[in-house]
């Protein structure tokens, strides 16, 4: 390899991971979304760090009001995704899943971002079998509801909240198992 490629190829990785871009899987189909591909840490935050109930309304895919606070109650999970996400491709069938595991004890709302219209966000759903309405943010700007849990880069995210709306855990990055999912929940849970 001569010295010039293997420089420019130097340079290439040193700019990816500046960016922030954890993997080169992260960057099919983004379609120049600016989205940053998160590393799928779990972050669990302890009953008395959580703060204040996480306050957002908007519309969702259908163009109807809806509020996260009409959630409360309950535990939630915000999965945050696009349609034109590989990776939130690749883990919706695990979240369908956990969902199916949960049951009613736990509510899901999503949040589609940075697609352009509502049409290829109601086609996801429909291809992956979601139930659960999503706020729509095509400017990504639904996801400045959660600083400190997220940024608002971060697609896809998964956040559960507490009964009270409060931010209990998180993954930035894909949702590796179902079975991970239904845990952080049934943790949340537990915190009662």
């Known amino acids: 390899m001569s010295r010039r490629v293997l420089s420019s190829v130097v340079v290439a990785v040193l700019l990816l991971t500046a960016s922030g871009c954890s993997s080169l899987h ?15 840490a779990i972050r669990s935050i302890a009953v008395a760090d959580r703060g204040g109930p996480v306050t957002l309304s908007g519309r969702d895919l259908n163009g109807k009001p809806i509020t996260l606070e009409s959630f409360r109650g309950k535990p939630t999970v915000v999965n945050i995704w696009g349609s034109w996400c590989a990776d939130c491709h690749a ?27 509502t049409a290829q966000a109601k086609a ?20 400045l509801a959660f600083p400190g849990i997220i940024g608002p880069n971060s697609i896809p995210s998964t956040i559960v909240l507490d009964a009270q709306g409060r931010p209990a855990a998180a993954i930035n990055g894909g949702v590796p198992t179902s079975l991970t999912l239904v845990q952080m929940v049934q943790d949340v849970m537990g915190d009662g």
């Open 26 to 40: 992260g960057l099919r189909g983004t379609e120049g979304k600016g989205y940053v591909v998160g590393n799928g």
């Open 91 to 117: 883990e919706q069938a695990d979240i369908v899943s956990a969902a199916k595991r949960l049951g009613g004890r736990v509510r899901f709302v999503g949040i589609d971002t940075r697609d352009s219209g």
């Open 124 to 143: 996801y759903n429909q291809r992956y079998g979601i139930t659960w309405p999503s706020f729509f943010s095509p400017g990504g700007e639904a996801l």
